[in-house]
């Protein structure tokens, strides 16, 4: 019994050691290459459900970088049309920083997990094959969420993208905050633009 009770004590340092101790990822293209700072995504991304022109959150990070950003957003777009359209509206515009918000509508459509991150893992991979740091924007809702969140983070840390583990954290179910039960309002796309603004400083 005594053996056991070592046994176990011993198998939960370790446990703890490796949770504590193990390596941070490392984020790809630290030191990008490219020149424009590109937002590639669906409505999320494209702005629906804000209420005034440039209340989207590339136009409210824009502002707060004071920088340009493309708006490379298309309402409705999954992953399989996101990657149809990568070359001409992200890997041709010599993209440096690309923040991506896609994976929603495959939720919604109930697309299969491993072809959502199928398609996440090309488009990741390509851009930053272009010199590019790419920040993801994760969807991780309790219930609905088919385990989203698990697959971006797996997904982010074996590649090198910096991961907003859930851009919905403290906005979705807010009515204050949301414009229908997706999309956010202006208040709502303003949280959006800080949290993308808090990842990508480092790397301005």
Not at 61 to 75: C, D, E, Q, T
Not at 105 to 132: C, W, Y
Not at 147 to 152: I, P, V
Request: glycine residues 10%.
């Amino acid at each position: 019994m005594k053996k056991i009770f070592i046994f176990i004590l011993l198998g939960l340092i370790v446990f703890i050691g490796f949770r504590l101790f193990r390596p941070i990822p490392e984020i790809k293209n630290t030191n990008p290459i490219g020149k424009n700072i590109i937002c590639f995504g669906d409505s999320l991304t494209s702005g629906t459900g804000a209420m005034k022109k440039g209340m989207d959150y590339p136009s409210q990070l824009s502002r707060m970088i004071h920088r340009p950003v493309i708006n490379a957003g298309i309402p409705g777009d999954t992953t399989a049309s996101a990657l149809e359209r990568l070359e001409e509206d992200v890997l041709s515009r010599s993209p440096r920083i690309v923040l991506i918000t896609l994976g929603g509508n495959d939720l919604k459509n109930r697309v299969p997990r491993e072809t959502t991150f199928h398609n996440m893992r090309i488009i990741i991979a390509s851009i930053q094959d272009a010199g590019a740091l790419v920040i993801v924007a994760g969807i991780d809702i309790p219930l609905w969420g088919r385990g989203f969140g698990k697959y971006y983070k797996e997904l982010c840390d074996e590649l090198g993208a910096v991961l907003i583990p859930d851009i919905f954290e403290g906005i979705m179910g807010k009515r204050h905050l949301m414009s229908d039960p997706i999309h956010p309002n202006d208040a709502g796309y303003t949280i959006f633009a800080e949290k993308f603004y808090k990842q990508i400083k480092p790397y301005l």
